[in-house]
């Protein structure tokens, strides 16, 4: 029997179409509430797919939250290990650790949620930061989250 494919809400034309200009923004040094454009190289392609991203910042770490699920991004970073955010001028290179504790994660969702929520409560099917601990946890799989580590 196989298993049910991971939880990924793909963008529709006119989401494409407002990410690409909230990350050509970014790119010119305008972050609206707080987003970047994060580059990863390209699982196959070997080149570098930009993306603009809402880096959350949580108990003295930065993460990064795939709002949408299991997306290319998110498969491009399992590989790479790592990426830059881009603010402008301001490129910060950066590695990850992928979050695996669903309890962990809860936590780093909830927090994104009350912040980032009105934009990308859509994509979490009924979950929110008022959501139940319980409820959380099980949404975490379909969530990757990912610690950000900028090297000094």
């Given at each position: 029997?196989?298993?049910?494919a991971?939880?990924?809400?793909?963008?529709?034309?006119?989401?494409?179409?407002?990410?690409?200009?909230?990350?050509?923004?970014?790119?010119?040094?305008?972050?609206?509430?707080g987003?970047?454009?994060?580059?990863?190289?390209?699982?196959?392609?070997?080149?570098?797919?930009?993306?603009?991203?809402?880096?959350?910042?949580?108990?003295?770490?930065?993460?990064?939250?795939?709002?949408?699920?299991?997306?290319?991004?998110?498969?491009?970073?399992?590989?790479?290990?790592g990426?830059?955010?881009?603010?402008g001028?301001?490129?910060?290179?950066?590695?990850?650790?992928?979050l695996?504790?669903p309890?962990?994660?809860?936590?780093?969702?909830?927090?994104?949620?009350?912040?980032?929520?009105?934009?990308?409560?859509?994509?979490?099917q009924?979950?929110?930061?008022?959501?139940?601990?319980?409820?959380?946890?099980?949404?975490?799989?379909d969530?990757?989250?990912?610690?950000i580590?900028?090297?000094?």
């Amino acid at each position: 029997m196989n298993a049910p494919a991971p939880y990924y809400a793909q963008g529709s034309p006119f989401a494409i179409r407002v990410n690409a200009l909230f990350g050509k923004l970014a790119r010119l040094g305008i972050s609206l509430a707080g987003t970047a454009e994060l580059s990863v190289r390209g699982r196959t392609s070997g080149r570098m797919q930009r993306i603009p991203v809402n880096p959350h910042r949580y108990e003295g770490s930065q993460y990064l939250v795939s709002a949408r699920g299991h997306s290319h991004w998110v498969r491009n970073m399992r590989v790479a290990g790592g990426g830059e955010l881009r603010v402008g001028r301001k490129v910060r290179p950066f590695t990850v650790t992928e979050l695996t504790d669903p309890v962990e994660k809860a936590a780093v969702l909830r927090a994104y949620l009350e912040k980032w929520g009105w934009e990308v409560n859509r994509f979490f099917q009924g979950v929110t930061a008022k959501s139940s601990d319980a409820t959380l946890q099980a949404a975490a799989a379909d969530h990757p989250v990912f610690r950000i580590t900028v090297p000094r």
